[in-house]
C-alpha cells in the first residue's frame, strides 16, 4: 500500500510518502524563522505560509519519491487537533488531491500520528503497549491496546503541555525560540542538581501533570538572582530544570507502563528528541523491567510520514473519510475508536 500523509497542525507543513511503512519521502517546511522574531507561534503567520507552500510541499513529496497521484492507495492528512487556520490548510489539500486522483481520504488524529512513528522504526513495538506522548501541545500517558483505539488516557497535563513550559522558561532566560532546544544543548554541560525544582504533583497513583508550577518555580528563582544568568550557571539553571521535567515525566510513565503491564513504553512526540529524557529513560527502564522505543530524532517532531503510518492502518481497515471532512481544533484522543 501506498500513501501520501500531509500535517499541518501547528507551524510546520509536512507531506511524506509511505509504501508499507517504508518511507519513500519526507519532506517538511519549517517556519521556525518566520516565528522566532515573536518568540513563539503566530497563527495567522502560520496558516498563511501552509496554504502559500502546502502545493510545492507535496510535488516535493511525490518527486522524491518517483510516484505519482495515480499510484496512491489513499492520502491521509491530520484533521485534528491543532490550530484551525493551519489544519484547515492541510486538509483542504488533501481533499482536492483526493478528488482529483479518485483517491480514498482518511483524517487522522495528530496525536494517534504521533504514536505511529514508534512503527516507522526498526524494532517497532508490538501493542498493547503505554504511550508517553509529549510535545510543545500536549503531554499524555496513554494506553494503546491497537492503533485504531480505543485509547485509554491514563494521565495528562492540567495546564502547560512540557515543551510549551520549555519554551516559556527559555524565553523567560532570553534564549530565544525554538526555546527548548537551547535549553538541551546547554544542559549538556550543567550540573542538574544546583538549582531546586519541587515536584509537581507527586503521588504513587497520580498520573497528572502540571507544568505551569515548574515555570512559576523558574521564575521565582530568576528573581533571586541578582545578576542575569551567564556560563556555567545558566547551563546548571537550565540542567537543573530539564531534570525536573525529564524525572517528573519518566517516573509517572513508568508507573503508569508497570501498572498496565504490558511492559512496553513509547516516548513519541517533539520533546522526546531531548538527549536528558532519551539517555534516563533508557537508564530508569531496566529498574522498572520496562523495554522503551524511543523513535528517530526526525520522527519525533511533527512529520507526514507517522501521518501516514496511522492513516495506512485505517484505510487497510476499510475505513474512509467523506469528501466534506473538517478540520477539528479540538478532539480529544480517547474518543477515537469508539462507537
Not at 539517555?279 to 501521518?307: F, W
Request: hydrophobic content about 45%; proline content about 5%.
Amino acid at each position: 500500500m501506498i500513501v501520501l500523509g500531509l500535517e499541518s497542525s501547528c507551524d510546520e507543513m509536512a507531506a511524506a510518502v509511505l509504501a508499507d511503512r517504508t518511507v519513500r519521502s519526507s519532506v517538511v517546511r519549517s517556519q521556525v524563522d518566520l516565528h522566532a522574531a515573536y518568540g513563539g507561534i503566530v497563527p495567522e503567520i502560520a496558516s498563511r505560509d501552509h496554504a502559500l507552500h502546502v502545493g510545492f510541499v507535496i510535488e516535493e513529496a511525490l518527486e522524491k519519491a518517483k510516484v505519482t497521484p495515480s499510484m496512491l492507495d489513499g492520502v491521509a492528512v491530520t484533521s485534528g487537533p491543532g490550530l484551525i487556520g493551519s489544519l484547515l490548510a492541510g486538509v483542504e489539500a488533501a481533499k482536492g488531491l483526493a478528488v482529483a486522483a479518485r483517491k480514498p481520504l482518511i483524517g487522522v488524529h495528530h496525536l494517534e500520528g504521533h504514536i505511529a512513528s514508534a512503527l516507522l522504526e526498526n524494532p517497532a513495538p508490538e501493542p498493547p503497549f503505554v504511550a508517553l506522548i509529549v510535545s510543545g501541545g500536549h503531554t499524555s500517558i496513554v494506553l494503546v491496546p491497537e492503533l485504531g483505539g480505543p485509547y485509554e488516557v491514563i494521565g495528562q497535563t492540567r495546564d502547560d503541555a512540557a515543551g510549551e513550559a520549555f519554551d516559556k522558561t527559555a524565553k523567560s532566560l532570553g534564549l530565544g525560540y525554538p526555546g527548548g532546544v537551547e535549553i538541551d544543548r546547554l544542559s549538556q554541560t550543567g550540573d542538574p542538581t544546583a538549582f531546586g525544582f519541587p515536584d509537581v504533583m507527586p503521588g504513587r497513583d497520580n498520573f497528572a501533570f502540571s507544568f505551569s508550577g515548574l515555570k512559576t518555580a523558574a521564575l521565582r528563582l530568576l528573581e533571586r538572582e541578582t545578576l542575569p544568568l551567564t556560563g556555567q550557571r545558566l547551563a546548571d539553571f537550565c540542567a537543573s530544570f530539564q531534570d525536573a521535567v525529564v524525572e517528573n515525566l519518566l517516573g509517572k510513565a513508568l508507573r503508569a507502563t508497570r501498572r498496565s503491564q504490558t511492559g512496553r513504553l513509547i516516548i513519541v512526540g517533539g520533546v522526546a528528541a531531548n538527549q536528558r529524557l532519551r539517555e534516563r529513560a533508557l537508564e530508569k527502564a531496566k529498574g522498572h523491567q520496562v523495554q522503551v522505543y524511543l523513535p528517530s530524532r526526525a520522527n519525533c517532531t511533527d512529520n507526514a510520514a507517522m501521518i501516514a503510518c496511522a492513516g495506512m492502518v485505517r484505510l487497510a481497515r476499510g475505513e474512509r473519510s467523506p469528501v466534506g471532512l473538517a478540520a477539528r481544533a479540538h478532539w480529544p484522543l480517547q474518543d477515537l475508536g469508539r462507537s
